[in-house]
């Protein structure tokens, strides 16, 4: 049963990880409205805080979900070799 949560929390890390990774190149890539007025420059998503704190946000998240995983697998293994 144990194996079986990890393996679920496994795939939603890794599913949280590519949808964050694809979100911060989308981010990095996306220009939208002119930041200087009379300018042809239009600001990336990510010269904004709030999508910063967002994108970090899920970012974080993913790899503390992979760091604990790491732990969790490495627990299971060591209770299944004492029993």
Do not use: P
């Not at 949560?5 to 949808?19: C, E, M, N, P, W």
């Not at 970090?56 to 627990?75: E, R």
């Amino acid at each position: 049963m144990v194996q079986t949560r990890i393996a679920i929390t496994v795939g939603a890390a890794s599913v949280l990880h590519r949808a964050a990774c694809c979100a911060t190149r989308y981010a990095a890539c996306r220009r939208q409205f002119q930041s200087i007025k009379g300018s042809d420059d239009e600001r990336q998503l990510l010269d904004y805080q709030l999508h910063q704190d967002t994108l970090a946000k899920h970012l974080s998240i993913a790899m503390t979900l992979h760091l604990v995983i790491g732990d969790l697998i490495n627990l299971e293994t060591q209770s299944s070799v004492e029993i």
